[in-house]
């Protein structure tokens, strides 16, 4: 299920020059008291925080509570623009809720035709078989079909058909020019209820992940965040760290903030003020889960609130 | 708490209100702010270290008698400053510390009576339903004082550690 993904994710993930900001935006961080739920925004967008591009399917949507145990959401749904989800906060300590993502594009050749490799796949190029690949009924992204529109006279109507898209383990085996990139997406983002916890800074160790060295929901205007960002667990030397404060809409420069991780794979970021930011870096390396793949792209983004003083 | 005759010190605790006996006082003013529907607000005052080190409150005052099972625990977070440095990691209510909320005027309250020499930061925070936050933010050394005005949701804050 996970390697599902909008179709128009695929194609937007799949063109670097396309500047396109992934998060998920917590309605707050910091909580007292125990009644508490926290709602989120799960979107794809030119502009950090505002919907302007896309949702992120909420088949990707993963909640831990702060013993490491999963969460749960509630009133989730997916327009156009955002999904959104609750996620009532029933522990103390820090939660994280992520969105990951792994899924494989490309391009074979068959008979001599190019076809492409993606999303949830169409049917499989020879007769369907109990091999097709399974379809997500009622939550499927509004994204998959947006960017898509169908041609003047509707989808039938003249020209040649594009083939649709083929599942990568639906690719026969006589097919001949192989081309495939595992794309791997991780958005992260913590919310606090009562005194934080760091349980669920443990790394994964698969990956490009950031481990906090400084609580991500103990930060405010003029403090300094540490973090240390890993591939596959180990220290990721040289990386491009980008933090983007939210509300472009309203001023004239962007206000990025550019930074490259030592040798240890650390960066330190001061915020300049208080607001809700997005973290993101990415990376490439040959070490594809996928054994057909020849590359991986790896995405990470955080989004952090920080505080006044 | 030791307690010094109010007697020998009138002069430093004119125009407070019942100053409380201690190594030192501060000194809170709310203003009366004239909107048509007013909440008293919710305010916290703590003291750190000037060099940084583990805040110490002195004083909470939020909806303690709301009713249900949680006494005005939700809003808490409103003093952001207060709640993310010293409010979240303790143990709520904080003996001596949490209180009801108080309207417009001036309250002195004591210093720790064992406070050690050095400089310290009095903050105190105030956060208004329908209304703004504020943190003023005074720097004092043991032995001296300080004072500074908010601007919108607090006034006048002295402290006078002797």
């Known amino acids: ?309 | 708490m030791r307690t010094i005759p109010l007697v020998a010190t009138p002069v430093l605790f004119a125009g407070l209100v019942a100053a409380p006996a201690a190594a030192g006082t501060i000194s809170i003013t709310l203003p009366r702010i004239p909107v048509a529907e007013y909440h008293k607000p919710y305010v916290a005052a703590w003291i750190e270290p000037a060099g940084g080190g583990a805040p110490r409150s002195l004083a909470a005052w939020y909806d303690i008698k709301k009713g249900g099972s949680e006494p005005g625990y939700k809003w808490l977070a409103d003093l952001r400053s207060w709640w993310r440095k010293a409010g979240r990691t303790a143990k709520l209510p904080i003996d001596g510390v949490s209180g009801a909320t108080r309207a417009p005027g001036s309250y002195t309250l004591p210093l720790p009576a064992d406070l050690k020499p050095g400089n310290y930061v009095l903050n105190v925070e105030a956060a208004r339903e329908g209304g703004g936050r504020e943190l003023v933010s005074v720097p004092f050394a043991v032995g001296g004082g300080g004072r500074a005005s908010g601007k919108s949701e607090l006034g006048l804050v002295t402290v006078a550690a002797r």
Do not use: C
Not at chain 1, 88 to 98: E, I, R, S
Not at chain 1, 123 to 138: C, K, M, Q, V, Y
Not at chain 1, 194 to 208: A, R, V
Not at chain 1, 244 to 254: C, L, V
């Open chain 1, 1 to 309: 299920m996970r390697r599902l993904l909008p179709l128009a994710a695929l194609l937007a993930l799949a063109a670097p020059a396309h500047a396109d900001h992934s998060w998920i935006q917590p309605s707050g961080t910091l909580f007292s008291g125990s009644n508490n739920v926290a709602t989120f925004d799960a979107a794809g967008s030119e502009h950090v925080f505002f919907f302007d591009h896309r949702p992120v399917g909420l088949d990707s949507i993963q909640v831990w509570k702060p013993d490491g145990t999963p969460g749960e959401t509630t009133a989730a749904m997916t327009g156009r623009l955002r999904s959104v989800f609750d996620v009532k906060l029933d522990q103390p300590g820090t939660w994280k809720v992520a969105s990951l993502q792994t899924m494989v594009v490309g391009t074979f050749k068959l008979d001599g035709e190019e076809r492409r490799v993606g999303g949830r796949g169409g049917p499989p190029p020879a007769s369907g078989g109990p091999g097709a690949p399974a379809t997500r009924e009622g939550g499927r992204p509004a994204g998959a079909t947006a960017t898509q529109p169908p041609a003047p006279g509707g989808p039938a109507g003249g020209g040649p058909r594009r083939l649709p898209p083929v599942a990568v383990k639906d690719i026969p085996p006589e097919a001949t020019d192989v081309k495939l990139t595992e794309l791997v997406t991780r958005l992260e983002t913590f919310v606090t209820v009562g005194e934080p916890t760091t349980t669920l800074f443990k790394p994964t160790g698969k990956g490009l992940e950031m481990e906090p060295l400084t609580h991500p929901n103990a930060v405010a205007a003029g403090e300094t965040l540490r973090a240390r960002f890993l591939i596959d667990g180990k220290p990721a030397p040289g990386l491009t760290v980008t933090v983007i404060p939210g509300g472009d809409r309203y001023r004239e420069e962007t206000g990025t903030i550019t930074l490259t991780t030592g040798a240890d794979g650390t960066v330190a970021i001061r915020w300049p003020a208080a607001g809700m930011y997005w973290l993101g870096a990415t990376a490439t390396d040959a070490h594809a889960a996928e054994p057909r793949a020849a590359e991986r792209r790896m995405s990470y983004a955080a989004t952090i609130e920080v505080a006044t003083p």
